[in-house]
């Protein structure tokens, strides 16, 4: 799918979408939907476009069948910033396919420190995957989430504390490749564990690759009465073996938001910094989430 090992241990994948915790009003459930999702720097940089073409760390938070491509030993450290939510996400990460079976280990931790919404989410996750024939590749995570919001609220929202599957599959041809996940799919019916089915495709093209990625969230807007939509445009590329340079763009249908993305990475053969930055354009939301992370190569 890739051309070249260092091309593979730039590759992110992600796209599992956290939605926002369960609030008053539609306006702030369309405040908090894009912003609470855990995704890497470099998955951010992209519009989180990386359902069918990444791998390794980035992989474990959305489709884990990409932990089992590359034949890589990645682990990874980051955080997040939304700005209007005054959210932060801090998260680890560690991934190794080098052997037959492929597994991973993952953690996130979020603080909501916007009025109204003050929470803290804790995600542990553990991933196995496996590849077949070089062309398919077959994931699985095992998630435990849990949620505790202040009790400054009033009312005080209903917390979670339970476990969740998701699962995946990765088809991948020449230089083209296409993926789909299921997340939350034992259905928590929490909107901190949206169940969702997320699908995208795209292609490499020398050192530059390019996804167009589709989400669909049946619980997130339960209050709104209204199916979740993402469509996404992400795209990157390798210059001078060392640098990496990602943009993206993406639709959501609640709350009708537009929104672009950059990110920045260095790559060297044992370690990779990324930067990433996603602003609203227009629509009833307008914040900005960035993000910076550290990704060791162990092999």
Same mark, same amino acid.
């Given at each position: ?45 992209? +519009? ?14 959305? #489709? ?96 979670? #504390? ?21 997340? #939350? ?92 930055? +996603? +602003? ?20």
């Amino acid at each position: 799918m890739m051309a070249g090992r260092v091309w593979w241990r730039i590759v992110p994948v992600v796209a599992v979408l956290l939605g926002p915790p369960s609030i008053a009003t539609a306006q702030a459930a369309s405040l908090t939907r894009s912003f609470g999702e855990p995704t890497t720097p470099s998955s951010l940089g992209m +519009q989180d476009a990386i359902v069918g073409g990444g791998m390794a760390t980035s992989a474990m938070f959305v #489709n884990p069948a990409g932990v089992a491509l590359g034949q890589v030993f990645h682990a990874e450290g980051w955080w997040s910033y939304a700005v209007g939510l005054s959210r932060h996400v801090a998260g680890a990460a560690a991934t190794d396919s080098t052997t037959p079976v492929a597994g991973g280990l993952g953690f996130t931790y979020t603080y909501t420190g916007v009025e109204g919404e003050k929470n803290n989410n804790y995600e542990a996750r553990t991933a196995i995957a496996m590849q077949f024939a070089d062309m398919i590749a077959l994931g699985v995570n095992l998630k435990y989430i849990r949620a505790d919001y202040s009790e400054e609220l009033d009312p005080v929202p209903a917390g979670l #504390n339970d476990f969740s599957l998701d699962a995946g599959a990765i088809f991948t041809y020449d230089r083209f490749f296409v993926g789909v996940v299921g997340t #939350n799919l034992t259905n928590l019916d929490h909107p901190l564990a949206p169940l969702a089915i997320s699908a995208g495709g795209g292609l490499t093209l020398g050192p530059a690759r390019l996804e167009f990625d589709a989400t669909f969230d049946w619980s997130s807007y339960d209050e709104v009465a209204a199916m979740g939509q993402k469509y996404s445009l992400g795209g990157e590329v390798l210059l001078a073996d060392a640098w990496v340079l990602r943009a993206g763009y993406r639709y959501e249908n609640v709350p009708d938001v537009h929104g672009i993305s950059a990110g920045v990475g260095y790559v060297s053969s044992s370690l990779a910094i990324d930067f990433g930055l +996603q +602003q609203d354009l227009s629509g009833s939301r307008d914040d900005t989430r960035l993000g910076l992370s550290f990704r060791y190569f162990v092999q």
